[in-house]
């Protein structure tokens, strides 16, 4: 049986879920940082997500986790949930404020 990490991690990417939660993505795969104050894109989105203004990465897990101050397995239950992967997986952080309620970008 495959864990929910790797179904997520193989089913989204960061790329996709930075579009679906919101940001601005470019054609060659850059976006405006949520995890500092960014005008200019200066995060690259892929599989993975790479910041060159604050030198955040990791994967579409941690991604999620940070831009909405989850833990990494509630990170992969929202992503399963949101993109539909598992009609199994419990929708228990499906309810929670959008990137921009939660303030990820404070300090602005
Ligand atoms: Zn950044």
Redesign the pocket.
């Known amino acids: 049986m495959k864990n929910l990490f790797t179904t997520v991690k193989a089913a989204v990417t960061t790329r996709q879920a930075a579009e679906y939660y919101g940001l601005k993505v470019s054609q060659n795969g850059m976006a405006c940082?949520?995890?500092?104050d960014?005008r200019h894109p200066?995060?690259k989105v892929d599989e993975r997500y790479y910041?060159?203004?604050?030198?955040?990465t990791g994967d579409v897990i941690d991604f999620t986790a940070k831009l909405f101050g989850l833990t990494a397995w509630e990170a992969a239950e929202k992503l399963a949930c949101d993109f539909h992967i598992d009609p199994n997986t419990p929708c228990s952080v499906s309810c929670l404020p959008s990137p921009e309620a939660a303030g990820p970008a404070a300090g602005r």
Do not use: I
Not at 33 to 36: G, I, L, M, N, Q
């Open positions: 940082c949520p995890f500092h960014d200066s995060m910041c060159f203004g604050c030198h955040e």
